[in-house]
């Protein structure tokens, strides 16, 4: 039997699975990269310091996830439509922000393979 706090928490996994396959439908792969614009550029500043701050508050994954979840369901994809080389630059300058992306590919990847299940809506 599931105690209310698993099932709080398994419910909350759910809703990050699907999430993430949101944005994996809706990510745009096959386009021309473009330059980041100052406002995505502070985005990703953003993300930084949130990670960095629930992680040394000693927040996981799934903590980084919710913390990070307003700029994931809004306009973070456009931050995908970048070139990898200067994505890498971001990668390299903000271990947060390199962090998040992490996490993300590792659960579309996951989504992708069949290996995480998404539950229907």
């Given amino acids: 039997m599931l105690s ?3 099932l709080k928490k398994q419910k909350k996994i759910d809703e990050i699975k699907r999430t993430c396959y949101a944005l994996l439908q809706e990510t745009p792969w096959e386009i021309d990269s473009m330059p980041l ?9 953003d993300v930084d310091q949130h990670v960095k701050q629930v992680t040394s508050q000693g927040g996981d ?3 980084i996830l919710k913390a990070c979840a307003p700029f994931i369901l809004g306009d973070f ?3 995908l439509k ?6 890498t630059l971001y990668y390299e ?4 922000f390199y962090r998040l ?9 996951g989504i992708a393979d069949g290996s995480i299940p998404v539950p229907k809506r």
Avoid at 82 to 87: F, G, H, I, K, N
Avoid at 101 to 106: A, H
Wanted: aromatic fraction near 8%; charge should be neutral.
């Fill in 4 to 6: 209310y706090f698993s």
């Fill in 37 to 45: 614009t100052t406002k995505q550029i502070q985005m990703i500043l």
């Fill in 61 to 63: 994954e799934i903590a």
């Fill in 101 to 109: 992306m992490k996490i993300l590919e590792t659960l579309a990847g």
């Fill in 82 to 87: 970048a070139s990898s080389q200067e994505l």
């Fill in 77 to 79: 994809n456009q931050i």
């Fill in 93 to 96: 300058k903000y271990a947060g």
